[in-house]
Structures are given as C-alpha cells and as structure tokens.
C-alpha cells in the first residue's frame, strides 16, 4: 500500500491520505501538530507531533538558582501557575528538609485550589466552543474574572503569580481578603448551574461527545495518563488523598474523587465539571481554617545564598490536568545540578495514538478538546 501526502485536491483511491493537522494555534491550547493516515472520513493511524513550543526549560534549571527557577516552573502550563510552582518549592524544601508555617501550609492548600477552578473553568468553557457552542466560555470567563480578582490582589500577578517562596509564600495576605475571597468563592459556585444545562442538558453536545473517544482503564496505565481524563476512565487515584501532602490529609470529609467508568468524552468533561465544585468547597474548608488560625509567620527566614545538600528527591503534585513531578537532584551548589519535569500534558496527549485510529475526523475534534492539554506542558 502507498501513501500520498496532499494538500489540496484528491488522492487516487487505491492510496491513503496524509493529513497534517496544524500546526497551528487552537486558542487556548497551543501549538500542536497531528499527522494522521485516513481512510476515506476514518483516521487509520494518528501520531503527536510536538516541540514546536519546545523552550528547554529543565536545561535553563540548571543555570539558575533556587529562588529563580521559581520563574521558570510556573510558565509549562500557563493555566495552572500556582500549582507549578508549588512543586518545585516542595521539591527544594524536602531537600532542606525545611517544615513550613502552618499558615503558609494551609494558603497554599487554598490558593492550589482556586487555580484547580481557574483551569477547569477554561476548559468548561472552551470545550463546547469546539463542538460550536459558543456561549458558555462567556459564563466561564466571567467566572474566572471573579476569582482571578482575588489570586491577582494576592500576588500581584494576573497568570504567573511567583507567589510561592522556598519555605512558604512571598507575603502575608491582605487586609479583608479572605472575606473578599468567600465571597468570590460563593459567587462562583451559585453559578456553576450553568453549565449543567447549557451544556450537559445540551442534546448536540450529548450526541457528539457519549461513546465518542472511548480510553481504556490498561490505556491509562499504558501510556502514563493521570488526572481527570484517568479517572474518567475508572482509575480511581488522586495524589490529594492517596498520598496527602500540604493541608490535604485533613481535608478528607471535604474531598471528593470524582470518577466514571464509560472513558469517553463526555465522562471527562463530567469529572472536570465535578472537581470544579469539589475544589470551591475544599477553598471554603481552607478559608475556615485560616480564619481559626493565630496570627504567625508565613514563611522562613532563608540565607543570602540557597544551597541545597547534595542528593536527590522527587515531589509530585496533584496538578488540575494530573500528576506533576519534579526530579531534583543537587550537588550541594546554589543551582540545580539537574531538575527533571514531568509533566501532565505530556502523558495524556500520547494517548492519541489510541484514541483516535478507528474514529470518524468529524469525532477528532471532540476527542481532542476532551483530552484538556496544554502544549506549553508537553514542550516544556
């Protein structure tokens, strides 16, 4: 059999057609390219093509010190800032084999959250827009309007917040802001009715997305895939309650693993939409704790020069599109000797590979907006 590459106009019918799809920029998502083999309207064989977005980061690791590859740690997936670099800093400081002040511990833990709803409510709403329902990424962004308020007063920063610190966070929190930020909390949450019935009580998003990009719990497993797209799946695991770290492990009345067994899109997009109510009730658990706190440090005193012992560690973190690891590995200098990422997006878009041989091209854009990538964490 021979394959004919074509751009436009027709191949013979005895060849299959290749078909490169970008690259280019979907909006949120980035600069992907998928080479796929077709079969008339049916994808034979799809491959992932990254790296247009390649930076080179975790070389880059290596050349700066631990205060700075802060910086560098909260730009792979632009919408999930704070939780990057949190996972860095945890990295550092189990090296140090620093504890953290209890209100740094339980900040953080609130602060993770509302970026978890920052995330979801991105795709909840750009998700529909693929399949051509335009109007809930209004109803998403105005969501996110409200709690970006709160994170940017915060931080000072509307994405890369560089909030986090090695041995806790930049700065206390201001004056009246954990009132302020409830009611942000509350706000967004008596809204999120919304997307059940613009979208889940939508018979055309329905129609295109049950059944549709059916993946395998043994895929999953396979192809390291982690996050709300596993636990569609049926693959009940969620480093939050499985191997609590921050204020997690008290927090397990409030937290809830959401998960479905059918795999396909629409039970992804089920879960995201779950987790995003989990994750405000759990910033509302946050936001009790702090209250109750005493008044304390947020964070540690560290040296003029931050060296990290000679050795090696590994954290991993709950991140909204799934598990986010760093391997660090120190010489004793002021830099890391290596620094190695794993990120979330980079497991779950091989999956592809899997995903999409067999399905109509019409179902290629559904499969695809549901896997909830972000290119700048696969090229990293």
Known sequence: MTETTVGVGGAAESTDMVLNIGPQHPSTHGVLRLRLVLDGERIKSAEPIVGYMHRGAEKLFEARDYRQIIMLANRHDWLSAFSNELGVVLAVERMLGMEVPERAVWTRTLLAELNRV???LMFLGSY???????????YAFTE???LQHVMEEVSGGRMHYMFNRVGGLKEDLPSGWTGRARAAVAGVRSRMGRFDDLVLGNEIFRGRTRGVGVLSAADVHTFGVSGPI??????????R???????YGELGGTLQVATRTEGDCLARFEILLEQTHNALALADACLD??????PGPINQRLPKVLKA???HTYAWTENPLGLNGYYLVSKGEKTPYRLKLRSASFNNIQALTVLLPGTLVSDMVAILGSMFFVVGDIDK
């Open 144 to 146: 996110r309007e409200e």
């Open 118 to 120: 920052l995330n979801h």
């Open 309 to 311: 012992p000679e050795g």
């Open 128 to 138: 529909p827009l693929e399949l051509g329902g335009i109007t809930p990424i209004f």
């Open 230 to 239: 596993a636990r569609a799946s049926g693959v009940d695991f969620d480093l």
């Open 241 to 247: 309650r499985d191997e609590p770290y921050l204020g």
């Open 289 to 294: 704790r702090l209250t109750e706190l005493p």
